[in-house]
């Protein structure tokens, strides 16, 4: 059986920024990624060329430091910065 990591599973608080996009924390960083993944989707946010990439709107803007377009991986290293 399969170990859980827990520090994954912890609830983290989240920045006013963040919470914009992903509602009110405290979550665990997987149910943040996971929100955030939804609003992406729902705001129609992938680049449809290259849907490695995400386009900001205000919002997202905010979370990405001012960035208009952050690839996937790069955003998970700024939403970081939201959580603590």
Known sequence: MAQTNSAFMKPMTISADLAE???????PRSE??????VYI?????????NKRNINGDEAL???????????MFEMT????????
């Open 61 to 71: 803007k905010k979370v990405f430091g001012g960035k208009k377009t952050v690839n």
């Open 41 to 49: 989707k729902k705001n129609g946010l992938q680049d449809p060329q």
């Open 77 to 84: 290293k700024l939403v970081s910065k939201h959580l603590s």
């Open 32 to 37: 943040v990624v996971k929100k955030l993944w």
């Open 21 to 27: 996009v992903v509602g009110k924390g405290p979550m």
